[in-house]
């Protein structure tokens, strides 16, 4: 079983606030990821890190930003939240097996934006 | 465009009635695929890890295959604890991951 850990589970805010989902791992894995999905839509990647003090835009456009600090720590922070920004959000990291990364997930966090 | 896509969007079954899951993908360099289970509510789960076309492999009753466009996940005799979201991801060169939207399975008792 993966070891990585999210808080909160559910957050309901109102809009113009600043939040900060945490994610952390004791597995010790390098790389960690943040992902968006929305019922029944794929994952789309909105953020990553190969390592501390490494950190990179993913495919989807967020206003949201990243922090790696520790190797275990990877907190993902709105500025001003917005309705658009309710979703569930994903954090995982992965370990390197030959040529691929094996990503194990968190058990999410589900952002309501009022 | 790289791209991988399930079908189907979503399956009803009788309880051990086997069937199989597609995910077809178009990428310019495959590395490997994965596939996951997700529950309502819960982050995905890692199922299997497949490497190069003919490798398969097996975890209680589901058994993965990898062919050089698509994978399946086949599913012999379900339980109705089976129901879940399978995704499938492919990891592309240099290192891009790009998931499906997945198959919600749903076995009836």
């Known amino acids: 079983e993966a070891d990585i850990y999210q808080t909160p589970r559910y957050l309901v805010i109102g809009t113009g606030k600043k939040i900060t989902l945490e994610c952390s791992q004791t597995?010790?894995?390098?790389?960690m990821y943040w992902y968006q999905q929305d019922p029944g839509m794929e994952l789309h990647l909105i953020h990553y890190?190969?390592?501390?003090?490494?950190?990179e835009k993913g495919d989807l456009s967020s206003e949201s930003t990243v922090s790696r600090i520790r190797t275990e720590h990877f907190p993902l922070t709105l500025e001003s939240a917005r309705p658009s920004h309710t979703s569930q959000y994903l954090c995982?990291?992965?370990?390197?097996?030959?040529?691929?990364?094996?990503?194990?997930f968190g058990p999410g966090t589900r952002l309501t934006v009022l | 465009e790289d791209q991988v896509t399930q079908s189907p969007e979503a399956l009803r079954l009788q309880e051990g009635e086997s069937s199989s899951l597609n995910c077809s993908y178009t990428?310019?360099?495959?590395?490997?695929l994965f596939w996951y289970r997700q529950d309502p509510g819960k982050g995905p789960e890692f199922l299997f890890t497949?490497?190069?076309a003919g490798e398969e492999k097996e975890k209680e009753r589901l058994k993965a295959t990898l062919t050089k466009k698509e994978s399946f996940l086949h599913i012999t005799a379900p339980k109705p604890e089976d129901s879940a979201t399978y995704l499938c991801?492919?990891?592309?060169?240099?290192?891009?991951?790009?998931f499906g939207k997945g198959t919600r399975l749903h076995i009836l008792p």
């Open positions: 995982a990291s992965s370990l390197r097996s030959g040529v691929l990364d094996t990503q194990y």
């Open positions: 597995m010790g894995h390098d790389k």
């Open positions: 890190s190969y390592g501390v003090n490494s950190t």
């Open positions: 990428v310019s360099g495959l590395r490997g």
């Open positions: 497949l490497y190069s």
């Open positions: 991801a492919v990891q592309e060169v240099p290192d891009k991951i790009i």
